[in-house]
């Protein structure tokens, strides 16, 4: 089973960029989120769903869009590119939507320069 | 909201010894504790959770112990092995919430 894949690994952008990380799960899960995880700050959610067509806001979603138009894919948008987004995205889904293990991708590292 | 701290940030021992890791969390409505293991460029993984109904629980080496009335948790490893060395997250949910708020992360390291 592939599970949580995303996609790209690495990717540099200039401020002012637009890109989008994929995240794709093949587990008929639920719940999707996204996290960032920077040194000392641990994993920080950004933005989750708890089903198609359902996104809603975590600890820090300014300059992140969502959207989740089928259950296996929760794309995450940068608009416009800044050096605060430097860091690694991780993906994470679990079946439930109160309770379960999160399956996490491999992450995605992004540097803004 | 929630607010998980874990300490401590970087923990070295000796391959043999034990590795105890601690999280204090702010919500006493809080009661889902997992415990996720990140090996080097890898995502995180689920390796022992415990519920606010259980005082302990044990899977081979490792145990998770929780205090509800002092609103901490610990991860205990015994007998480490090299293979042991990865950051270490605990993290804390309601039940009526789907957020998972995590630690900050501590850097094992299993000296051989």
């Known amino acids: 089973n592939a599970g949580v894949t995303q996609t790209p690994k690495f990717q540099v952008l200039k401020t002012g960029q637009s890109m989008t990380l994929q995240c794709a799960q093949d587990?008929?899960?639920?719940?999707m989120s996204w996290y960032r995880q920077d040194p000392g700050m641990g994993l920080r959610l950004i933005h989750y769903?708890?089903?198609?067509?359902?996104?809603d806001q975590g600890e820090v979603p300014n300059g992140y869009n969502v959207s989740r138009s089928t259950t296996e894919d929760f794309p995450l948008r940068l608009l416009s590119a800044a050096p605060s987004q430097t860091s690694v995205y991780f993906c994470?889904?679990?079946?439930?939507?109160?309770?379960?293990?999160?399956?996490f991708g491999e992450g995605s590292r992004l540097t803004v320069l | 909201g929630e607010n998980v701290e874990q300490h401590p940030s970087t923990l070295s021992v000796q391959e043999g010894d034990s590795a105890v890791i601690k999280c204090t969390y702010s919500?006493?409505?809080?009661?889902?504790f997992p415990w996720y293991k990140q090996e080097l460029g890898k995502g995180p993984q689920l390796i022992i959770d415990?519920?606010?109904?259980?005082g302990e629980k044990k899977d081979q080496r490792i145990a998770v112990t929780l205090n509800k009335t002092a609103k901490h948790f610990s991860l205990h490893i015994t007998e480490t092995q090299p293979e042991d060395s990865a950051v270490y997250f605990c993290a804390a949910r309601k039940t009526s919430g789907s957020r998972l708020t995590f630690g900050e992360g501590t850097q094992l390291t299993v000296n051989p």
């Open positions: 769903s708890v089903g198609a067509g359902i996104t």
């Open positions: 415990i519920r606010s109904n259980v």
């Open positions: 587990m008929n899960h639920e719940y």
């Open positions: 919500d006493s409505a809080s009661n889902y």
């Open positions: 994470a889904s679990s079946y439930g939507t109160k309770t379960g293990e999160l399956f």
